[in-house]
C-alpha cells in the first residue's frame, strides 16, 4: 500500500542545537501533519498544513518549530533551538484530501533524542 | 476541546480468545480510524469506519455514530496481536486533523 517515510529513523542531539526531521509523503496526497509521541504516552497533534501554509498548530507546536514542503520536496520538520522536552517520536502522515472517506497514512516515525 | 476515550487501558488475553475494545469521543467525528502500534513503535491503519460495520481479516469495527461510540474486535487473537490499538477520530469542527485516544494495550499470551 501507500508508504510514507521518515529520514532519519533516529537523531540523537545536543539541546541548543537544530535538528530537520524530513518527511517523504505519499506521492499524490496534499495534506501534511506532524504528530508528537513522548514514550509511552499518547499521540499529539503539531500542525497541518496544505498548499504550502500551515492550516492548523497545537499548542505544542513552539515558536522554535518551523515546517515547510519546498517545491515538492520532502515535508519537513525544523525545531531550532532544540529543549530537552523535544525528545520524543515525531510521526509524518499525509493523505489524499479531507473526505471523510479518506485514509490518513503515517511513517514510522523519527525518535529523537535531545540530551 | 474534543476528547477520545478508549477502554479499556490494557487487556491480556490467552491465544484463541477474542478481545472487543471500546473508543468513545465527546464530539460528532467526521472520521474515524484504527490503528495498531507496534511495541516497537510503528503505526499501522487498520480500519477507516465513520460509521456502520466493517470487516477486514480477524476484525470488526462497528461504529455508531449518534452514539458516539466505535468498537473494534478481534477474533481468534494471536500472540503477534500484542500491541497497542489506537483510535483516533476527525471532528465536524475546525481544521480536518485526527485526535488520538490514549490506546489499548493488549497482550496476547500462547
Known amino acids: 500500500g501507500p508508504k510514507v517515510l521518515q529520514i532519519p529513523s533516529h537523531q540523537i542531539i545536543d539541546m541548543g542545537q537544530m535538528v530537520t526531521l524530513n518527511c517523504d509523503p505519499v506521492?499524490?496526497?496534499?495534506?501534511f501533519y506532524w504528530y508528537k509521541q513522548i514514550l509511552g504516552q499518547q499521540m499529539e497533534f503539531l500542525v497541518n498544513f496544505y498548499n504550502g501554509k500551515v492550516m492548523e498548530k497545537s499548542k505544542l507546536f513552539k515558536d522554535q518549530f518551523s515546517v515547510e514542503r519546498p517545491d515538492g520536496s520532502y515535508f519537513t520538520l525544523k525545531i531550532q533551538p532544540t529543549a530537552l522536552e523535544d525528545s520524543a517520536v515525531y510521526f509524518c502522515a499525509s493523505s489524499f484530501d479531507r473526505t471523510s472517506a479518506e485514509t490518513l497514512y503515517f511513517g514510522s516515525g523519527t525518535r529523537l533524542t535531545v540530551l | 476541546g474534543q476528547q477520545v476515550q478508549q477502554s479499556p487501558a490494557s487487556l491480556v488475553l490467552q491465544e484463541g480468545e477474542n478481545a472487543e475494545l471500546q473508543c468513545n469521543f465527546s464530539?460528532?467525528?467526521?472520521?474515524l480510524q484504527w490503528f495498531y502500534q507496534s511495541p516497537g513503535g510503528s503505526l499501522v491503519s487498520l480500519l477507516s469506519?465513520?460509521?456502520g460495520t466493517k470487516h477486514t481479516g480477524r476484525l470488526t469495527s462497528t461504529t455508531v455514530t449518534k452514539e458516539r461510540r466505535s468498537s473494534l474486535h478481534i477474533s481468534s487473537s494471536q500472540t503477534t496481536d500484542s500491541g497497542t490499538y489506537l483510535c483516533?477520530?476527525?471532528?465536524?469542527?475546525?481544521?480536518?486533523?485526527?485526535?488520538f485516544g490514549a490506546g489499548t494495550r493488549l497482550k496476547v499470551i500462547a
Open positions: 464530539s460528532t467525528a467526521t472520521q
Open positions: 506521492s499524490n496526497h496534499l495534506y
Open positions: 483516533a477520530i476527525v471532528s465536524n469542527t475546525g481544521n480536518y486533523k485526527y485526535v
Open positions: 469506519n465513520p460509521s
